[in-house]
């Protein structure tokens, strides 16, 4: 099965930084990499995804990357705010999206 | 609000007892998923339906673990004789096709 590994596992930046997580997969049938928030007591929230067919996508301060060849994706915020501070997944799934494997997470904290 | 929403939000029981939890979709959403998270970790995933049929759950836990989903609209997940290490938060997420997946705010499961 897929397996999706997530670096650092937790991150402090000061407000304005720019901060980056990376995810690296195992199997060259996933095609589909969501990012998701998580701040306490909540769900995960998705933030941005993007598809294998395209290299990069951008939402505002958010971006991420794709590199298929190197099987690594990236998450990219650029001038970090305090409410940014949250726990942040990668996840990958195939097209069929019949079982997405998550990331173990990365414990953002942007300083004031 | 139209999200997912998940009940009860918090569920304490004495150990062998079992449990149900609820999840209600977005409702023109098709496919939902339960998830299991554990401290420290990403969500784990355990089983989807599309409409009413089961497709995939060759990752629930163990027998003890089952889900419905009767009518193609909420599901419920049942814990039979829960142990200790069943101590978790429980996610439910839905999605229209492929498409990104929306989570509800879990379900908080402790075994005393």
């Known amino acids: 099965g897929e397996n999706v590994e997530q670096h650092p596992s937790t991150l402090s930046v000061q407000e304005g930084d720019s901060a980056v997580i990376k995810c690296t997969y195992s199997?060259?049938?996933?095609?589909?990499f969501p990012w998701y928030k998580q701040e306490l007591g909540k769900g995960p929230q998705l933030i941005i995804d993007i598809r294998s067919n395209v290299g990069e996508k951008k939402d505002q301060r958010i971006a991420v990357t794709l590199n298929k060849t190197a099987k690594h994706f990236s998450l990219h915020i650029t001038e970090t705010q305090p409410e940014d501070s949250a726990v942040y997944f990668c996840?990958?799934?195939?097209?069929?999206?019949?079982?997405?494997?998550f990331g173990t997470g990365t414990s953002l904290t942007v300083i004031p | 609000d139209t999200g997912v929403s998940q009940d009860p939000r918090h569920k304490i029981t004495k150990r062998g007892q079992n449990v149900t939890f609820r999840c209600d979709p977005i409702?023109?959403?098709?496919?939902l998923y339960w998830y299991r998270q554990t401290l420290g970790q990403g969500p784990e995933f355990l089983t989807y339906?599309?409409?009413?049929?089961?497709?995939?759950k060759s990752r629930l836990l163990s027998d003890r673990f089952s889900a419905e989903r009767p009518k193609g609209s909420f599901s419920t997940l049942e814990i039979q004789r829960t142990e200790q290490g069943d101590s978790a938060m429980y996610l439910c997420?839905?999605?229209?096709?492929?498409?990104?997946?929306?989570f509800g705010d879990g379900t908080r499961l402790s075994i005393l």
């Open positions: 996840a990958a799934s195939t097209n069929t999206g019949n079982q997405f494997y």
């Open positions: 199997d060259s049938a996933s095609n589909y």
């Open positions: 339906f599309q409409n009413e049929a089961q497709l995939e």
């Open positions: 997420a839905s999605s229209l096709g492929s498409m990104a997946q929306h």
């Open positions: 409702s023109e959403h098709n496919r």
